[in-house]
T-cell receptor, first 115, second 115 residues
Framework: AQKITQTQPGMFVQEKEAVTLDCTYD???????LFWYKQPSSGEMIFLIYQGSYDQQNATEGRYSLNFQKARKSANLVISASQLGDSAMYFC????????????FGTGTSLTVIP | NAGVTQTPKFQVLKTGQSMTLQCAQD?????MSWYRQDPGMGLRLIHYSVGAGITDQGEVPNGYNVSRSTTEDFPLRLLSAAPSQTSVYFCASSAILAGVGNEQFFGPGTRLTVL
């Protein structure tokens, strides 16, 4: 069965510090994609970063990087130099090629950046 | 380019009423999906479609119907609303040409309350 697990319901980080949001996944399909989305209090879903299962290098997008450890089935999001605007819910998601291209979402982590 | 649009933004129904949530995208995406978001449960897939005339059930399909007569539109029908369907509903779309590497684009959401 496909599953995404986010074990941190809430996290706090000091402004300008780095923070890691955890995500583990489970699938037997060799082809999959891992995504992180941000949901601010306004409610919209914002795509942040993507990592493919065959990618050799960790993905980076500005202050976001994805720490991909395939053997451990983890895809942690690292936010560097946190800003007040980073306060939001963060969702990890997985897309499986062999199941109709479905996305599976974790339950999310609420991040609060403290000034 | 409007992206993914959803109407209405807010809706209040009485138990037993039916209604249709509208979703449209102008990106020519093959894949469209409906999610519901409840506190602490992340996004759960209701139904999805990989092209016009093709739909399939997700994790929580009971009480909902969908159809996909065009590439652009993917309406979600609540057959007989129940209080358990009080939630925020998101429509999303993505391409599937590049397989698992395509991210989903989300609509702004519909906040539904069933009394």
């Amino acid at each position: 069965a496909q599953k995404i697990t986010q074990t941190q319901p809430g996290m706090f980080v000091q402004e300008k510090e780095a923070v890691t949001l955890d995500c583990t996944y489970d699938t037997s399909d060799p082809s999959y994609g891992l995504f992180w989305y941000k949901q601010p209090s306004s409610g919209e879903m914002i795509f942040l970063i993507y990592q493919g299962s065959y990618d050799q290098q960790n993905a980076t997008e500005g202050r976001y990087s994805l720490n991909f450890q395939k053997a451990r089935k983890s895809a942690n999001l690292v936010i560097s130099a946190s800003q007040l605007g980073d306060s939001a819910m963060y969702f990890c998601a997985m897309r499986i090629g062999g199941t109709g291209n479905q996305f599976y979402f974790g339950t999310g982590t609420s991040l609060t950046v403290i000034p | 380019n409007a992206g993914v649009t959803q109407t209405p933004k807010f809706q209040v129904l009485k138990t037993g009423q039916s209604m249709t949530l509208q979703c449209a995208q102008d990106m020519n995406h093959e894949y469209m999906s409906w999610y519901r978001q409840d506190p602490g449960m992340g996004l759960r897939l209701i139904h999805y479609s990989v092209g016009a005339g093709i739909t399939d059930q997700g994790e929580v399909p009971n009480g909902y119907n969908v159809s996909r007569s065009t590439t652009e539109d993917f309406p979600l029908r609540l057959l007989s609303a129940a209080p358990s369907q009080t939630s925020v509903y998101f429509c999303a779309s993505s391409a599937i040409l590049a397989g698992v590497g395509n991210e989903q684009f989300f609509g702004p959401g519909t906040r539904l309350t069933v009394l």
